[in-house]
């Protein structure tokens, strides 16, 4: 078992493949941590050497106080030793088993005295249980991808490493997938290291996260910083923010989130039930006083966290009942005036609101 003070995943790597090098240092705590960057950082290629994939040329990798590489001592624990479970984006399910055999593949392969997880309960959790005796073959993106986070959880793994697992959904389905990750880590508390290039996905899941890029580290703390990085450079990752939300509907068809009711357009879903909302960041305005004659049925009165401007953009955090980030442009920022404390309104219409059960 790890100490107390110790960080649960230590690592010290370096890596050369063909004209790429990867040369990164991180320590992670028992959490969720997010690895993100563009395409070609070498997010995969580390998560391919945590997981015992890829040897790497140099340095040691520690799990939970135990040395699983080590180009020093020697040492490279294989991969089935290490019990660190990798969800990549095709899920890459058996195509000729049914929903409830590739689920229970892991688990039967895992000693009955490590089995933490009962294989049921976690169907439950995902709310795929309806689709036990189904082929892959006929499950949506979105189902297949919960049917291999549920295999991989079945095995009761000490590190759950993950892949760019929702790149390929659609934002419902995107937002669906972050949801079930939160659930299940909040549950089973396994620890996480999610990769991905979108920074909305990032700031919804994970507290931290290592900004790679080229094969080195960028930076690493809090994940809202990243916005910053964003601000002032093409390189790290120029896709849309979304604010992700978990809220509850109202008698009355709103979203409660927290002591907030963001107005939402007519659906069919039922009081009280669990809802995640999505809200771009390109898709709110803010004004100084509040507006009068406007098409946007959201306005909520708020007061201006931090300001992040750089010369490719700039966003404002604003805590209006809850904290939203808007993007703006630095014209914007200057004409208005914006800085921390500034009273400001939130504004956005129900159509740019992307709502997914839970």
Known sequence: MASSDAPFLDFDIQLHQGDFTLDVAGQFEDGITAVFGPSGAGKSTLLACLAGM??????????????IFSSTDRIRRPPQFLRTVIVFQDGMLFPHKTVRQNIEYGYNLTHPDLRSIDPDELSQL?????????????????????VALARSV???????????????????????VVGYLKQL???????????????????ALAPNALA????????????????AEIASSTRVGRDNIDNLYVGTVTPSGSIRIGDIEIIAQPNNYRPD??????ISASDIMLALEHPQSISARNILPGVVQRIEAGD???FAFVDAGTEFV?????DAVQSLNLKRGTDVYVLFKTSSITITAE
Request: glycine share 4%; net charge negative.
């Open 54 to 67: 890829i040897t790497p040329d140099q340095g040691h990798i520690k799990l939970a106080d135990e040395t």
């Open 126 to 146: 995902l709310q795929i249980d309806h689709l036990l005796d189904r082929f892959p073959s006929s499950l949506s993106g979105g189902e297949r991808q919960r």
């Open 154 to 176: 079945a095995t009761s793994p000490r590190l759950l490493l993950l892949d760019e697992p929702v790149a390929s959904l659609d934002i419902r389905l995107r937002n669906q």
């Open 185 to 203: 880590h909040e549950r089973y508390h396994i620890p996480m290291v999610y990769v991905s290039h979108s920074l909305s996905d990032v700031m």
């Open 212 to 227: 790679l890029d080229q094969g080195q580290v960028r930076s690493f703390g809090p994940a809202i910083d990243l916005v």
């Open 273 to 278: 039930q669990p809802v995640t909302i999505s």
């Open 312 to 314: 490719y953009a700039a």
């Open 326 to 330: 808007v993007e703006l442009t630095s």
